[in-house]
């Protein structure tokens, strides 16, 4: 039996717990009570991607930070590369949008309930499908590490494109 450090279960355990408390939730409106009680972080995070400066995304990274987007494997590394994916979900997505549902601190590790929404160019329908989000911050104000988890299958599902669709450049 493989033996893994109690953060990497304490991590695995509360990703599988948000990620399903997302998934049955379903993709309604955030909770208003919730977005009242955000880490400053969060609210600018969630700002970013729902603003149309891609740097705005980078700058809250540390120079060394990384982004890893478990939906469609990739990760990004400095406020740069992260500014480029966003740059490039812009180009991708019409109106790519996150709502926080909810958000759990625990010191410098912040679990986010999201839905994460928009309409892939070309396809035929939108889709709204649940997130969960890891950040790891330095401090307060920036963020060394993101992790997102959604269902690359369910975006493609629900915006009516097959299973194995890559965007055409």
Known sequence: MKHHSPRTIATLIGTTAVVAAV???GAG???????RHLPKIVDAWAAAWNGTAPGALGA??????TYTDHGVGAVFHGSEGIAGWKAHADDLIDG???TVRAAY??????????????H?????????????TLLDLRDPHQITSDQDFYSLTDVLAQS???AGWTPQH
Do not use: C, Q, W
């Not at 409106?29 to 977005?35: L, Q, R």
């Not at 809250?60 to 930070?65: E, I, P, Q, S």
């Not at 601190?105 to 928009?118: C, F, L, M, Q, S």
């Open 105 to 118: 601190r625990d010191g410098d590790h912040i679990t986010i309930e999201a839905v994460y929404a928009g």
């Open 96 to 98: 790519v949008h996150v």
């Open 23 to 25: 998934a049955t939730a």
């Open 120 to 132: 892939l160019k070309g396809a035929p329908h939108p889709f709204a499908v649940p997130m969960a």
């Open 29 to 35: 409106t955030a909770d208003a009570s919730a977005s």
């Open 160 to 162: 009516g494109l097959p």
């Open 60 to 65: 809250l990274f540390t120079a060394d930070g």
